[in-house]
């Protein structure tokens, strides 16, 4: 039987449409086991309310202040400012399943990395179906982006994205390549790549031998339809 895990980090945004769709889009069709890491939310009642909703094997929250000075003196060059905080957490969020995987014994065979504020427009196929037995990360680009796409192509795309256990835990660990990645562009005078999150950590997943491929979709591209619910969570 295959298992699936989908992994959801970052800030918490909960509103009616984006639950409803990741309901529809992922839960219902995927069936996953899911796991979520957090910021701290100003009333303890969403990541309540969000619970109760999607029943997560593990959750946590962690306050933002205590974490930001650490992340800030690792990258302190100008980097994107969210994109350390952001590849913080898809580590954190990875490391609660892994610990789940221990505990109970048992491996994913795939892995969804999402957001709470991630909008869907229509249902994603069976996971096994895209991956097929292929490895690699499976992104979906809802626009094109010339200044990202004329530099590197097929590039990542950091706000949903699926593949198999193995490329996942690689591509998790996005966060410790970081400040390599950052010295080699200073080296050789290429510091504005490090403030586009999309195109370093491209970079950092090709350097990792992950293969980056396009979800196919109904969207104007032709890849999978979704978007980013930008409205503030709702229910506090």
């Known amino acids: 039987m295959v298992k699936v895990a989908l992994q959801i980090s970052g800030r918490l945004?909960?509103?009616?449409?984006?639950?409803?769709?990741?309901?529809?889009?992922?839960?219902?069709?995927?069936?996953?086991?899911?796991?979520?890491?957090?910021?701290?939310?100003?009333?303890?009642?969403?990541?309540?309310?969000?619970?109760?909703?999607?029943k997560p094997k593990l959750v946590d929250y962690?306050?933002?202040?205590?974490?930001?000075?650490?992340?800030?003196?690792l990258f302190p060059?100008?980097?994107h400012r969210n994109m350390p905080y952001m590849l913080y957490k898809f580590d954190r969020v990875a490391k609660l399943r892994h610990a789940y995987q221990r505990a109970h014994n048992i491996k994913y065979d795939y892995v969804i990395q999402a957001r709470s504020d991630n909008l869907f427009f229509e249902k994603l196929p069976p996971v096994k179906d895209i991956c097929k037995n292929n490895k690699g990360v499976w992104c979906s680009n809802s626009r094109q982006t010339p200044e990202i796409d004329s530099y590197i192509s097929p590039r990542m795309v950091d706000n949903f994205y699926i593949g198999d256990r193995e490329s996942i835990d690689f591509v998790s660990g996005t966060l410790w390549h970081l400040r390599y990645q950052i010295d080699k562009y200073k080296d050789s005078n290429q510091l504005h790549h490090i403030r586009i999150p999309e195109i370093i950590q491209s970079q950092i997943w090709k350097n990792m031998g992950i293969t980056i491929r396009s979800l196919l979709g109904t969207s104007p591209f032709g890849n999978f339809n979704y978007e980013i619910d930008r409205t503030e969570t709702e229910y506090k």
Do not use: G
């Open 62 to 73: 962690e306050n933002f202040a205590a974490i930001f000075p650490y992340l800030d003196q």
């Open 77 to 79: 060059e100008n980097v």
């Open 13 to 54: 945004r909960f509103t009616p449409t984006s639950i409803t769709s990741l309901m529809a889009s992922i839960i219902e069709t995927q069936h996953p086991d899911i796991f979520c890491s957090f910021w701290e939310t100003e009333n303890p009642k969403t990541l309540e309310s969000w619970s109760n909703y999607i």
